[in-house]
Structure formats: C-alpha cells, structure tokens
C-alpha cells in the first residue's frame, strides 16, 4: 500500500503543529474578554467569603487579632492558591493552548507508552467534580448578590429567590450568542467592578491602616492553633474565597495564558486584596458583633442600591466562567469518548475553543434552579459550595505532578517538594469542605458521582462493543483480496464507509455486499480518530492507504477539541491527487440497535442497561461528523452486549 499525507494549515496552527498566539494587537480585547468571563467567579468571592468566615463562631464576639487572623488566611490563601499554584504553574501546563483537567491527563498520557488507567481514573473523577461545581456557582454567586436587597430594604426578601430565578434564566438563555458576544458586554461591566471593589475596600483602610497586619501569615496559623475545635469550619469558609481557581483554568483556550495572566496581575488580584482588606478595616472599626454582612454594609447609604446592581450584574457574570468552562470540558470529553455524542456549536470564527452546548446548558440551568429552590438563601448553599471545587483541585495537583515528572523533566527533589507543600493546602481544604458533607456537601457529590458513573459505563460499554464488534467483523485486508480476485457488479461514484476499527471489515460494507451485491468504483474505508492534542494541523489530519483499485484506507486525525467535519477533512485529499467530489460520493452508516446481553451480575447488567440508553440517546452521527443527510445510507444491526 502506498500512503500520502495532506498538506496545509488551518487557522491558529502552523504547519508544524504550534498554536499560534494571540496578536498583541487584540491582547486588550482579550484581557477585557478574559476579566469578564474567566475572573467573574473569583471576583464575587469578596460578597460571601469574608462574611461566612467571620460567622464560623456563633455567639462570641470576635477580639481584632481574630479578625486579622481571618484576614490573613483569606489573603494568603488567595495568594498561595491561585496567584502561585494556579497563575504561576497550573496554567504553564497547557496542551497546545487549551486548559482543563482532561487536557492535563492528555499530557500525562503522552509520556507513557502504555498509560496507566489510574491517570484515566483521575481524568474522570475531576471532570464529574467540575460537573457538581458548575451546579453550585451559579446558584450562589446570583443569590448572594440578590440578597444585598436585604439590607436596603429588609421587607424585600420574599423576592429575593424569584428575581434569582428570573436572572439565572436569562443567563443560560443568552449562552446560545456564544462566549465572545457575551464577554464584550461582560468585560467592561467586570472592569468596571473589580475597580469598584478596589477603591471601597482602599476608602476603609485609609481610615484604618492597622488591617495591613493582617500580610503577615503567622497571624492566620495563630488563629487556627488557638481555635482547632473551628479550624475545619473555618478553613472551609476561607476556601469561598479561592473558588473559581478551577474555571481560569478550564477556559485556558478561550483567552490564552498571557491575557489571564495580565488581567490577573494587573487588576483582580489588587482589588480583591483591597476589598478584603476594607472589609476587615470597617469590621475592626465598628465591631464585629454590629455587622451582619460587611460587604455590604460598608458601602455609604447613597451608593448602597447601585452597589446592589452592579453586584447582582457581576454574579451574573461570575457564573459565565464556569458554564463556558463546562462546554469546553464536556466537548473534550465527548472527543476522548468519555461522553456519547452530543451538539457542539460554535460561536466564534475566530476561537475554535468557543462553543456552546444546548443539551449542557439545559441541563446545568434545571440543576441551578432545582439548588435555588431548595436552599433559598446563599448562607444555606455555602455549605454545600467547596467540595467540588476542593476535589478538582486535589486531582489537578496529582496531574500536574506528573507533568512536571514526565513532561517538564522537574527534578525529583522539586517534583517531591512542591507536590508535599500543595497536598497539604489543598488536603486542608477538601477536608474541611468534606466536613460538611451532610449539610449540604452531598449535593455536589452525588452529582459528581452520577456524572462519573456515566462516563465510566460510556467507556466500559464502548470497549465491550468495540471487542464483540471486532470478533464478530471479517478482516478488511482478507475481504479486499477476495473481491479483488472475484469483483462483483460496480457501479459509478464513490462509497465511504465508516468505522472505528482499523483492521476490520465495516458491517455496513458487509451488509451491503449481502443485499445489494454491487460495489461502487471507488470505495473508501474511512476511520476517525482523536488525537490527544487540541488539534490538528492540516498537513497531519489525513493519511490514504491504497489497496488496490477498488478499495482505499483514509483516516482523519481531529484534535480533541475540534468539531469533526468529515467532508472537509475529505477535501483535503484533493492535495493528494484524490478527485473527491461530495456530490457523487455516499456515505454508508451503520446504526447499531444495542440490547443488555444475558444476565452476569447486577452490576454489568445495569451498566449495560445505561450504556444502552446513552447510545440511543446520543446525537446522531451524521449531524456530529458534518455529513450531508441527503448523501447518507443506514444500515442497520442489531448487537447484543
């Protein structure tokens, strides 16, 4: 067989496969676009996070070293977490651009000839947790926001959960314009309050400057050695002030580092330091038993109702971070077959990593509004709030340990150093979150885990299939000889016929062999696989493998975050001398009709059962490949698991 490759670029990927950077000429528009989408999560922290901390020990009456305490793991907290662990390393380990939990396991696995499944392990059990987030964040970042209503009128609070449910509709309405249409209108808005946050937090430490004693760490290690019978409450209020961490990373490949980077640096980290900062300096002014919330409270009375606005228009922000994240980590995960099938749009020209989701979207606005009516109040959904979050965070620290093992060849003594320092932060963490499992931590979990579920019957269930299909299929290379030697009736045009196994026979060219008995002139075996980069470029996506005059071997390489687009890919054999024209071509399917094999433990059986369901509910296949209908045949079959 003689084999050839196609040639050529595509958009933002040079022929050696790098991702070309953002041009500095729209570096502006990008860290405008990266502060209201990736950083609205973490700024609204200030509105809760203080406030829950301070309310970690009911009934007594905090002296001002506490109060320094709290604030002094709030900040270094802060600073610890997401400034070096996140800013200065998680977001180094890209693959090719894009961020996330899966992207880092694609990393990890490109250093193993054989990788272990424990790092697959890991992959699934972060992508589950970051679905029991994307739940939690936008339910209690708008209802803290509504609930600043409270304070300026207390009798309005019967209307707190309805405007919250009106709002968090309107946001997962609006997903379908895409996250580039949505940022231009969020980015300014979140400039205009991270800016806000800084100058009232800068207004009370003027007054009282004594709060900035609160920078040195010692004080916060000496309020958790002083009040252990707390530490766990405590820390897991301080963990509010991180969340968010996660979502930077995940939406990576929307903005790219150097815009998340400078936006961090240059606005959100000093806000946030400021405002917290503020709301320790009012809190050490008036005493804390006088203040209820003190982000709030500490605006004058006549910024009090716009300040209420703008916070209620930066939480609807804050929860377009992580919806926009979980589109993009669920079409990764669809790509590494972890996922069945579902429609991916994309909403950007220019950002291949922009996409929007109709089926996740639906899904995660029932479970956001399902947690609003239920807990009704952001105090109540704190509890549940941390421990998805404090999950995906543990396994981003293993995965990023390999990486920096494997990938960027760390010493040993480095790789050992960093990983201890950060398991204990964030072990901390997870365990104080874990702590309130029962007050509402079960939420996220049980999503986590029905959502792991899912993914790992969808693997199991496609492995067993691919295993009975594969011994069930004649192999291609015998079948071709034998048709070669005896060529039955052909006739014009060309017949791509489609399968994920590389070495057998398609059942659709079987089954059309056994009712049609014809052949087309030209008969493609096509296979699509998915590489474990981002994308690929052009000169690498297709490779043609002739057997003889009849039969040709193509397969199409898309990177896990491409949408595949088989007559596209197809065209590029035009490169290689391949006359493809769709207009003559057919596209044979075949459409399998799965049913739960015999009974072999309860067990295999439901898993069988759920992987039935998800295939008969996954997105059609010539809709997901780009396939024109009208040139598309079924044939169907039936395999038992």
């Keep these: ?108 696995r490109k250093t193993f000839t054989n990788p272990p499944a424990w790092i697959t392990g890991l992959g699934v059990v972060g992508a589950a947790l970051f679905f029991g987030d994307a739940i939690i964040t936008p339910a209690m970042s708008v209802l803290s926001a509504v609930e600043g209503l409270e304070v300026v009128a207390p009798d309005l609070s019967r209307f707190v959960v309805p405007i919250t449910i009106v709002i968090i509709i309107g946001i997962f309405t609006v997903q379908r314009f895409g996250t580039a249409k949505v940022s231009i209108v969020f980015g300014p808005i979140t400039a205009l309050w991270f800016l806000t946050l800084g100058i009232s937090g800068l207004v009370h430490i003027v007054g009282h400057p004594v709060v900035l004693w609160a920078l040195n760490p010692l004080l916060g290690v000496e309020f958790l050695a002083t009040h252990i019978g707390i530490s766990f409450v405590v820390v897991g209020a301080i963990f509010l002030a991180v969340t968010g961490a996660e979502a930077l990373y995940v939406d990576l490949g929307h903005f790219g580092r150097k815009p998340i980077v400078m936006a961090w640096f240059g606005m959100v980290f000093p806000c946030l330091l400021l405002n917290y900062f503020g709301q320790g300096a009012f809190v050490l002014r008036v005493g804390v038993e006088n203040v209820e919330s003190p982000f709030f409270e500490m605006q004058p009375e006549w910024a009090l109702v716009p300040f209420v606005g703008l916070a209620t228009a930066a939480t609807i922000i804050a929860s377009q971070a992580v919806i926009s994240g979980m589109f993009s980590l669920a079409q990764q995960a669809i790509a590494l077959n972890m996922l069945p099938r579902m429609v991916v749009e994309h909403t950007s020209e220019t950002q291949s990593g922009q996409v929007y989701m109709p089926q996740i979207n639906s899904m995660l606005m029932i479970g956001v509004l399902l947690l609003v009516v239920s807990f009704r109040s952001s105090a109540a959904l704190s509890h549940a709030y941390g421990i998805a979050v404090s999950g995906v965070m543990v396994v981003t620290l293993m995965l990023l340990v390999v990486v920096m093992w494997r990938n960027w060849k760390w010493h040993p003594l480095a790789v050992i150093a960093f990983g201890v320092f950060f398991a204990i932060l964030d072990g901390a963490f997870f365990a104080a979150n874990a702590s309130k499992l029962f ?54 045009g060309t017949a791509v016929f489609l399968t994920s196994d590389i070495e057998g026979a398609p059942t659709a060219l079987l089954h059309s062999l056994k009712h049609y008995k014809v052949l087309h002139e030209q008969n493609v075996i096509l296979t699509v696989r998915t590489s474990a980069s981002p994308r690929v470029p052009d000169d690498e996506k297709v490779t043609i493998d002739a057997y003889n005059e009849l039969f040709s071997r193509v397969v199409v390489t898309f990177g896990y975050m491409e949408t595949p687009n088989i007559p596209k890919a197809l065209a590029l054999g035009r490169k290689l001398g391949w006359k493809f024209d769709i207009m003559s071509t057919s596209f044979f399917l075949s459409r399998r009709s799965l049913k739960p094999g015999p009974k072999s433990g309860l067990v295999r059986n439901l898993q069988d059962r759920l992987f039935t369901r998800l295939a008969r509910n996954a997105s059609d296949a010539t809709e ?9 045949v079924e044939i169907g079959t039936q395999v038992v698991l």
């Design 1 to 108: 067989m003689t084999q050839t490759n196609a040639a050529g670029d595509i958009a933002g990927i040079d022929a050696s496969g790098a991702v070309h950077s953002h041009p500095d000429k729209h570096l502006p528009v990008l860290i405008l676009g990266a502060l209201g989408v990736v950083y609205g999560d973490i700024g609204t922290s200030p509105i809760y996070a203080f406030r829950e901390a301070m309310h970690a020990r009911p009934g007594a009456a905090s002296s001002n070293v506490e109060i320094l305490g709290l604030l002094s793991l709030i900040v270094w907290a802060l600073t610890l977490t997401v400034a070096v662990k996140y800013i200065f390393f998680v977001t180094r380990a890209d693959n090719n651009g894009e961020g996330g939990t899966l992207s880092l396991v694609a990393l990890a």
């Design 439 to 492: 007050q509402g931590g079960w939420v996220p979990a049980v999503v986590a885990v029905m959502v792991a579920i899912v993914m790992w019957s969808w693997m199991a269930g496609r492995r067993r299939l691919s295993e009975k299909t594969r011994r069930d299929e004649v192999p291609l290379e015998f079948l071709v000889d034998n048709l070669s030697k005896k060529k039955p009736t052909t006739v014009p």
């Design 624 to 632: 997901y490949f780009h396939i024109p209908t009208g040139r598309v």
